[in-house]
Nanobody, 130 residues
Framework: QVQLVESGGGSVQPGGSLRLSCVAS????????LAWFRQTPGKEREGAAV?????????????YVADSMKGRFTVSKDSAKNTVYLQMNSLNSDDTAMYYC??????????????????WGQGTQVTVSS
C-alpha cells in the first residue's frame, strides 16, 4: 500500500514554469513506478511522465516523458525522500489540467497507461492563463 500527496500546482502565465512534487509514503518495495498524469474535463487521463523508483527491490534510475511533452517537461526523483518531481517549462494553455501522481508495483506493459496504475493522489490543479 502506498499513499501519494501532490503539491506545486497553481496559476502561471503562458511561457512560465512550475514544478510539481509527489511524495510517496508506505511500502515502495519490489518493482515500483511513480508517474504523472493529467486530465481536463471531458477528456481521458493522459500520461505525462514516469520515474522507475525500484526494480526487483533495487534502486532504479529510469525516467520517461511522453513524446508530446519532451523538451518542455522533465521528471526526476529523490529516492531518499520518496519524491518524484515534474518540471514543466514553456507552459501554454493546453497544459491547463488537473495533474495526478500515480503508483504501481510490478511491470507495466504500457507505462503511460493510467489503467496500469493502482494508487492515485488527490491531484493538483495547473492553470495556464494570461
Amino acid at each position: 500500500q502506498v499513499q501519494l500527496v501532490e503539491s506545486g500546482g497553481g496559476s502561471v502565465q503562458p511561457g512560465g514554469s512550475l514544478r510539481l512534487s509527489c511524495v510517496a509514503s508506505g511500502s515502495t518495495y519490489s518493482s515500483f513506478y511513480l508517474a504523472w498524469f493529467r486530465q481536463t474535463p471531458g477528456k481521458e487521463r493522459e500520461g505525462a511522465a514516469v520515474a522507475v523508483i525500484a526494480i526487483a527491490s533495487r534502486p532504479a534510475h529510469i525516467t520517461y516523458v511522453a513524446d508530446s511533452m519532451k523538451g518542455r517537461f522533465t521528471v526526476s526523483k529523490d529516492s531518499a525522500k520518496n519524491t518524484v518531481y515534474l518540471q514543466m517549462n514553456s507552459l501554454n494553455s493546453d497544459d491547463t489540467a488537473m495533474y495526478y501522481c500515480a503508483a504501481l508495483y510490478g511491470w507495466p506493459r504500457r507505462r503511460l497507461d493510467p489503467a496500469e496504475y493502482s494508487f492515485w493522489g488527490q491531484g493538483t490543479q495547473v492553470t495556464v492563463s494570461s
